[in-house]
């Protein structure tokens, strides 16, 4: 479980600087609860020019608050983060609302989007806001299809998170325990006995552990969306648009999911092959894999994923390509 700061939960509704500073006061509580629960709160970039009053950016609101506020606020919402846009699991065109109103592009999107895809996230709302109310049931619109609904929680009470914390399952610590939920969370996933014995040995990194949870996530999702003739819905086109091709989430770093390039399928065919996970007797040539760029960690998985074929996973470690 992670937290998303509540971008929305800033519009503007602070009558004076007290109160805007009380809000704040809670919030860096928050922040301090989760650390030391083993969680982070993430945020936004765009939260160091929110509008914080009727006629005032937080930017000139900050020069309010007490020296140390100003340097710790700065200091989260400008260079240390985490910044959830940095790990992105929604698209631009994953149309998410919440009672009418459009949520892509804000962290209520994104929280809605990693819980549909098997990713905790939570929120944390500023108090006094518009969003003092827990769940959040945000919609997904799927082309013509059934609205799918998921629940988000959504905090905004120190006291509450820290209760709430303490009744909660311990966060991962292993890379096992990564491999244990893996397989309990994504079940049109097949996924190989030895997949992550790569792992072993390989210091534990939490941020890795859950964009690889969102790497499987969006494989286990994107393996759902197939209409009865076997054909690719429309949910599953844009999955494919938005993760398996050009640039994704602004990084730099191209898609989340990547075929390799000719001459790596050439130079490392014998470390792209693998066994079939149903089948010991029968080699696969997985050369197809999702990204976690720190450390350079890969999910090499089966290509192309059809309706009546399973989709296996057969490794997840360090980069196999590696020149």
Same mark, same amino acid.
């Given at each position: 479980?992670s937290?998303?700061?509540?971008?929305?939960s800033?519009?503007?509704?602070?009558?004076?600087?007290?109160?805007?500073s009380?809000a704040? $006061?809670?919030?860096?509580?928050? =922040?301090?609860?989760?650390?030391?629960?083993?969680?982070?709160l993430?945020?936004?970039?765009?939260?160091?020019?929110?509008?914080?009053?009727?006629?005032?950016?937080?930017?000139q609101?900050?020069?309010?608050? #007490?020296?140390s506020?100003?340097r710790?606020?700065?200091?989260?919402?400008t260079?240390?983060?985490?910044f959830?846009? *940095?790990? =992105?699991?929604?698209?631009?065109?994953?149309?998410?609302?919440?009672?009418?109103?459009v949520v892509?592009?804000?962290?209520? $999107?994104?929280?809605?989007?990693?819980?549909?895809? $098997?990713? %905790?996230?939570?929120?944390?709302s500023?108090?006094?806001?518009?969003?003092?109310?827990?769940?959040?049931?945000?919609?997904?619109?799927?082309?013509?299809?059934?609205?799918?609904?998921?629940?988000?929680?959504?905090h905004? %009470?120190?006291?509450?998170?820290?209760?709430?914390?303490?009744?909660?399952?311990?966060?991962?610590?292993?890379?096992?325990?990564?491999?244990?939920l893996?397989?309990?969370?994504?079940?049109?996933?097949?996924?190989?006995?030895?997949?992550?014995?790569a792992?072993? /040995?390989?210091?534990?990194?939490? $941020?890795?552990?859950?964009?690889?949870?969102?790497?499987?996530?969006?494989?286990?999702?994107f393996? #759902?969306?197939?209409?009865?003739?076997?054909?690719?819905t429309?949910?599953?086109?844009?999955?494919?648009?938005?993760?398996?091709?050009?640039?994704?989430e602004g /990084? /730099?770093? /191209?898609?989340?999911?990547?075929?390799s #390039? *000719?001459?790596?399928?050439?130079?490392?065919?014998?470390?792209l092959?693998?066994?079939?996970? *149903? *089948?010991?007797?029968?080699?696969?040539?997985?050369?197809?894999?999702?990204?976690?760029?720190?450390?350079?960690? =890969?999910?090499?998985?089966?290509?192309?994923?059809?309706?009546?074929?399973?989709?296996?996973?057969?490794?997840?470690?360090?980069?196999?390509?590696?020149?």
């Amino acid at each position: 479980m992670s937290f998303l700061t509540n971008d929305l939960s800033f519009h503007g509704q602070f009558q004076n600087i007290v109160t805007f500073s009380n809000a704040i $006061g809670r919030l860096m509580a928050i =922040r301090e609860i989760a650390r030391r629960f083993g969680r982070e709160l993430h945020c936004h970039r765009g939260l160091a020019n929110a509008l914080v009053m009727p006629n005032m950016t937080m930017p000139q609101a900050i020069l309010g608050l #007490s020296q140390s506020q100003q340097r710790a606020l700065r200091s989260w919402f400008t260079k240390t983060g985490p910044f959830w846009e *940095d790990t =992105r699991s929604h698209g631009p065109d994953d149309y998410l609302e919440l009672n009418g109103a459009v949520v892509t592009d804000t962290a209520v $999107g994104e929280a809605a989007w990693c819980r549909l895809i $098997g990713i %905790d996230r939570e929120l944390v709302s500023v108090a006094p806001s518009n969003w003092q109310f827990s769940p959040l049931s945000v919609e997904h619109l799927n082309g013509g299809n059934t609205p799918t609904t998921v629940e988000v929680e959504n905090h905004w %009470d120190p006291g509450a998170l820290e209760n709430a914390l303490e009744n909660a399952p311990v966060p991962m610590a292993t890379w096992r325990q990564l491999e244990t939920l893996a397989k309990a969370r994504f079940p049109l996933l097949t996924i190989a006995t030895d997949a992550f014995t790569a792992l072993d /040995g390989h210091p534990f990194v939490p $941020g890795a552990a859950q964009r690889l949870l969102s790497i499987m996530g969006i494989l286990n999702q994107f393996k #759902s969306c197939f209409e009865a003739d076997g054909q690719r819905t429309k949910e599953g086109h844009e999955i494919y648009q938005n993760f398996f091709t050009g640039a994704k989430e602004g /990084g /730099g770093h /191209g898609a989340t999911f990547s075929d390799s #390039s *000719d001459s790596e399928k050439e130079e490392f065919k014998t470390k792209l092959t693998f066994r079939q996970p *149903d *089948d010991a007797n029968k080699s696969m040539f997985c050369t197809w894999h999702g990204k976690v760029q720190t450390p350079q960690i =890969r999910v090499h998985f089966s290509w192309p994923v059809r309706a009546n074929e399973p989709l296996y996973v057969v490794y997840v470690g360090p980069k196999l390509t590696k020149r």
